[in-house]
């Protein structure tokens, strides 16, 4: 069984700065692509950015120059450093990992329970 936990979420104000992480634990043999996404009310969830296990990364328009995707492999973490927030960043924050459990069995995708991003003023 995989489990992965976020942590970091919170209410910032606009133009303030949040680091998300989410760390991958249970039987782990190898994890692959690590990303977040992010669901925000009435709409539906969208990639932010995804970081591939040998480090390239991409990201949404909307959060260019602002977000920052990251990982500690000796960890299982992820990271999200997101500077400049803006109001419309508001939304539920999902990490998701390709975790392989096993040498003889294929990776699987697994996601974390969410946590909240609120900015406002």
């Known amino acids: 069984q995989v489990q992965l936990v976020e942590s970091g979420g919170g209410l910032v104000q606009p133009g303030g700065s949040l680091r998300l992480s989410c760390a991958a634990s249970?039987?782990?043999?190898?994890?692959?692509?690590m990303g977040w996404h992010r669901q925000a009310p009435g709409k539906q969830r969208e990639l932010v950015a995804a970081?591939?296990?040998?480090?390239?990364?991409r990201y949404t328009d909307s959060v260019k120059g602002r977000f920052t995707i990251s990982r500690d492999n000796a960890k299982n973490t992820v990271y999200l450093q997101m500077n400049s927030l803006k109001p419309e960043d508001t939304a539920v924050y999902y990490c998701?990992?390709?975790?392989?459990?096993?040498?003889?069995?294929?990776?699987?995708?697994?996601w974390g329970q969410g946590t909240q991003v609120t900015v406002s003023s």
């Open positions: 249970g039987s782990i043999f190898s994890i692959g692509a």
């Open positions: 970081i591939s296990s040998g480090g390239s990364t």
């Open positions: 998701n990992a390709d975790v392989q459990a096993s040498p003889l069995t294929p990776g699987g995708d697994y």
